[in-house]
């Protein structure tokens, strides 16, 4: 059975930023859906079925460390990745311990680092999903 | 007035004594027309009692008399205690020797035989007159000299001093008051006293054989001495008694007394013990004083660095923060435009690809038989190379790829500068972390690149060092100083050269600058706190102090050299961990 195309989930306030991150994966064979807000993010996710999100911090009305700690109860499997130029210290361990990141990243990044951790993000999740059924079939079988 | 009043005997009375009233009263007017004052008594005993109640200065008697005789009358004058002497002539018929012995005996001062001549009378009065002068002369002189003596015994008597007079016996000779009541006597019982027989019955003095053998020296050499005698009183303590041995001279300078002056100055000495130990006091509360002081200038020098310290903190925590909000703001549209023009290139390729298939296509038209081609084709074609003449294709096709690669540095560049901010004025930038001296040059060079880039060119020599364990922001800080002092030096153009190598296992920085340089009697104070050669608000005066703790917190050194009108080079030493 083919693989079901990775979904990967934009969220950041600037237009600009989701445009450049979109044509970056271009090439990759990923489904690109972007948001520009916290809540827009929810609705999409809602309607979706995404693998990686991949988020600012600081945004306007829900920031990103509200936003992380719904996906975390909400869509448990999501792998959650930070992209933010904000560099305090105390607010990126709050969000990391918060938001129980997989990764951050720090703006500008490297386009290359930042699509070989996309690239890891996903077989991870693919990793834990195939885990998953597996125990499903383990049990059902006992 | 008479003779008499002449010599000075103001109101000078004769007084004649003659039984016989006519040869009494002849002589009395005799004697008036010389001016003298006469009177006249008829007996000796009318005579005494005139004297009693006057002042007769002669007398002139007869000597036979009823009642009393002249010569009793004599005799009795002479036992009257009177101020004033009173000079007796005898008028006497008696001549012979005898006679006249006994007038003189009976204490006459003259006799003058009767019939008498009034001239040799007024002669002898005239005598007494000058006799009595002298004896009134001498009377005020023994006044003088008693009234003198009195003087001098009241203030030798006011003294405290026991003094007394000693004579080559070591008898008392006179004493004052404070010793009469010392010893408890009286004046007249003190004189004629042995004076070292009292004084050891008394047990006056403790050393009394050393103060006999100083009086003795009093008496041989003349020369005063002086002794100070310790003894114990009836409680034990100590009593000190100052002993003045002063001689006496006659008139050819032999020693004939000696002042035996003695003065009890226990009290004195306990007083001056006591201001001997509260001067002791004082100069040691003084001293603790003095280190109280010392240590107080210490601590205030100690708390002016650290207030530099503090300020320069808040300083860089605000401008921390203000870094940390800026970086962000600018993180963003860098992270876009960066990635973009990635992007971009990776398009271009892919466009010059197609391009050159396309020019492939029409290379390959071109040559083609014009015959074969359809007339529009022809036409396209020519119009496309035409374009490609036009717009230059190939170096348009070359040159967006430059361009794109010029972007992307300037790109570079901005993250290279936000991460260096970064570095710079992180708040909690506060660990020891390995450091590489030479990166951390690097990368100040970069946040400082405006201030120096006008003035001056650099020259960057970094040698071949280890890392160490440091705290590289606050290392960066102090290089951020000297290089800005550096530039600002400057006035025009110059050269800042930065040179890191290793030397006797540490770590040597030096920056070095081609500026005005700092006067010799600046270079002791460029590390105080607060000192700027800069106009008010232009510098806090806090760069070079910071630095200094800086380096030292890492225990290392940091040194200034400069030459006014050469430069300046500030070497950093720094040791290997």
């Known amino acids: 059975m083919e693989p079901p195309r990775h979904t990967i989930l934009f969220v950041d306030d600037e237009k600009n930023i989701l445009n450049s991150l979109k044509r970056l994966l271009r090439k990759e064979d990923y489904r690109i859906l972007n948001a520009l807000s916290g809540e827009e993010g929810l609705k999409i996710l809602a309607e979706n079925e995404v693998h990686l999100v991949i988020t600012d911090l600081r945004m306007p009305e829900m920031n990103g460390i509200e936003f992380l700690t719904r996906l975390k109860v909400d869509y448990p499997d999501l792998i959650r990745i930070i992209l ?16 129980h990141v997989y990764k951050f990243f720090l703006k500008p990044w490297n386009d290359d680092d930042l699509k070989i951790e996309i690239r890891k993000a996903l077989e991870r999740y693919d990793l834990i999903a195939a885990n998953k059924r597996l125990c499903e079939k383990a049990i059902k079988q006992n | 007035m008479s003779s008499l009043n002449d010599i000075g005997l103001t109101d000078a009375e004769i007084l004649i004594v003659e039984s016989s009233m006519i040869q009494a009263l002849k002589l009395q007017t005799s004697l008036e027309q010389y001016d003298y004052r006469v009177t006249v008594a008829r007996n000796g005993m009318e005579a005494l009692k005139y004297l009693k109640e006057h002042n007769p200065c002669i007398v002139i008697s007869d000597i036979d008399m009823p009642k009393m005789d002249g010569l009793t009358l004599c005799r009795k004058i ?13 008028i006497t018929a008696k001549g012979n020797k005898e ?57 030798f008597d006011t003294l405290h001093e026991e003094i007394v007079v000693l004579d080559d016996q070591f008898q008392i000779v006179s004493a004052n008051k404070a010793f009469v009541d010392g010893a408890a006597t009286t004046f007249k019982n003190a004189i004629g006293l042995q004076y070292f027989t009292y004084v050891s019955d008394k047990k006056l003095f403790h050393s009394i054989k050393t ?3 100083l ?14 005698d310790k003894s114990a009183d009836n409680n034990g303590d100590d009593k000190y008694k100052q002993i003045t041995l002063l001689p006496i001279k006659d008139g050819t300078g032999n020693v004939f007394q000696v002042v035996f002056v003695s003065k009890d100055i226990t009290e004195d000495k306990k007083k001056t013990e006591k201001i001997s130990t509260l001067n002791k006091q004082l100069i040691e509360k003084a001293s603790q004083i003095k280190e109280k002081n010392k240590k107080l200038k210490q601590t205030l020098k ?15 925590a605000s401008i921390g923060q203000l870094a940390a909000g800026v970086a962000h703001e600018i993180n963003n549209p860098i992270g876009f435009v960066s990635s973009n023009l990635k992007t971009l290139i990776d398009y271009q390729d892919d466009l010059n690809g197609l391009i050159e298939l396309y020019r492939g296509l ?14 529009d084709v022809i036409d396209q074609v020519a119009k496309i190379l035409n374009q490609e003449v036009d717009i230059d294709i190939e170096f348009v096709q070359e040159d967006i790829m430059d361009l794109i690669g010029d972007c992307r540095e300037g790109t570079g560049r901005i993250k290279k500068i936000v991460i ?23 990368s100040t060079l970069n946040v400082v690149a405006n201030e120096l880039k006008y003035k001056a060119t650099i020259i960057k020599d970094f040698g071949d060092i280890p890392t160490i364990k440091a705290y590289p922001q606050q290392l960066n800080q102090v290089f951020m100083y000297i290089l800005v002092n550096a530039a600002q030096a400057i006035e025009k153009q110059g050269e800042i050269k930065i040179k890191t190598q290793q030397v006797n296992g540490k770590i040597e920085i030096s920056i070095s600058d081609t500026g005005c340089g700092i006067p010799k009697k600046n270079l002791l104070k460029i590390f105080d706190p607060f000192f700027t050669t800069k106009d008010v608000g232009k510098g806090t005066g806090l760069g070079m102090n910071i630095a200094y703790s800086i380096i030292k917190k890492h225990k290392g050194t940091i040194e200034v050299d400069s030459v006014v009108g050469q430069g300046t080079t500030f070497t950093i030493r720094l040791p290997v961990n």
């Open chain 2, 211 to 213: 103060i006999k053998k």
């Open chain 2, 78 to 90: 002479r036992s009257l205690s009177q101020d004033n002497y009173t000079y007796i002539i005898i």
């Open chain 2, 215 to 228: 009086l003795d020296k009093v008496f041989d050499t003349g020369l005063p001495q002086f002794f100070l």
């Open chain 2, 302 to 316: 100690r708390l002016e660095e650290t207030q530099s310290q503090i300020i320069q903190s808040e300083k860089m």
């Open chain 2, 362 to 375: 029409i290379t390959a038209l071109d040559k083609k038989n014009k015959e074969e081609l359809s007339f």
């Open chain 2, 420 to 442: 260096d901010l970064k570095d710079f004025a992180h708040p909690g930038g506060d660990k020891i972390q390995t450091t590489d001296i030479n990166r951390g040059l690097e």
């Open chain 2, 99 to 155: 006679d006249l012995v006994e007038v003189f005996n009976n204490g006459a001062d003259d006799y003058v035989p009767k019939p008498f001549d009034l001239e040799e009378l007024k002669s002898r009065i005239d005598t007494g007159g000058r006799i009595i002068n002298l004896e009134e002369k001498h009377k005020k002189l023994q006044n003088l000299l008693i009234e003198s003596r009195n003087k001098v015994k009241i203030v």
């Open chain 1, 84 to 99: 933010t130029g904000y560099t305090d210290v105390d607010t990126l361990i709050e969000s990391i311990n918060k938001g």
